[in-house]
């Protein structure tokens, strides 16, 4: 009960923040593109900051785990990251970086499950469980899967092939069962990344909201969202997790996902 009622009032005191500031936390997986027409070894640079106001980075602790599903086979890649620096607008922090060779066509999950972010302002920890789904020669093999992870959205739209103007459809488990009445915060990257200089660039695309761009899952753990510009597009729902506590504080475990849109012409 005592637990219960710490998630609870972090919670609130965090959707109260939130409610004055369009920034969020995200957990970035970021990569070049996400639709590959030949065998290539791709970078892969995990980030935390706050996308839609381009604002400042935080730093990452060493990653739980980091791996890829391609056709039903996972490969471990934890121990091939490596500690960066990340250039913010406002600041530098620590984050982490690979390589992988994409090799066979279909598709590949990367699946990043980082430390306990210690969010000093809400008092209470963040762990933002991460997707991103790419794609070698047009030949989807999955990507509507879940891979059994504690919370995670699984798309219903391909998240490597959304329109804007169109719209994404998710659906949020959480262990494997679909997840209602969540709150789901939606953000794109609203600048340049230079990943060759660890580095976002220093002005905005575009606008940025007066709020927090958010939708809540329905009965079905299902939520939609109309993508109004291209870019890639991130969604983080908030507490999905069944870990409710970390180190005897609150703590906001999450599902998000990656996606990208580009202009249907």
């Not at 920034?23 to 990569?31: E, P, R």
């Not at 490596?82 to 994409?102: F, H, K, L, S, V």
């Not at 047009?138 to 490597?160: D, H, S």
Request: glycine residues 12%.
């Amino acid at each position: 009960m005592k637990n219960a009622s710490i998630f609870k009032t972090a919670v609130a005191t965090a959707s109260l923040l939130a409610a004055g500031a369009a920034q969020a936390h995200f957990q970035l997986i970021h990569t070049p593109g996400m639709m590959l027409d030949r065998p290539q070894e791709i970078g892969l640079k995990l980030i935390f900051g706050h996308p839609m106001e381009n604002g400042h980075v935080m730093d990452m602790g060493r990653p739980e785990g980091f791996y890829v599903l391609q056709r039903g086979r996972q490969t471990d890649l934890t121990d091939t990251l490596e500690p960066m620096t990340w250039q913010g607008p406002e600041n530098t922090a620590r984050g982490y970086e690979t390589t992988y060779r994409i090799r066979r066509n279909g598709d590949y999950t990367f699946v990043l499950k980082p430390a306990p972010y210690m969010e000093e302002a809400e008092d209470l920890y963040i762990q933002q469980i991460t997707k991103v789904v790419l794609n070698k020669g047009g030949m989807p093999t999955g990507w509507n899967e879940p891979v059994g992870l504690e919370t995670e959205i699984v798309p219903r739209t391909k998240p490597y092939q959304a329109f804007a103007g169109g719209t994404f459809t998710g659906q949020l488990l959480s262990e494997g069962q679909p997840a209602p009445g969540v709150e789901c915060e939606v953000e794109y990257i609203n600048t340049q990344v230079h990943g060759e200089d660890n580095a976002f660039g220093a002005s905005h695309l575009g606008p940025v909201p007066d709020t927090a761009i958010s939708v809540i899952t329905d009965d079905n753990g299902l939520f939609t969202f109309g993508i109004p510009r291209p870019g890639i597009w991130g969604f983080a729902c908030l507490g999905s997790g069944p870990q409710k506590t970390h180190a005897g504080k609150a703590l906001s475990q999450d599902a998000v996902l990656w996606i990208e849109a580009t202009s249907l012409e």
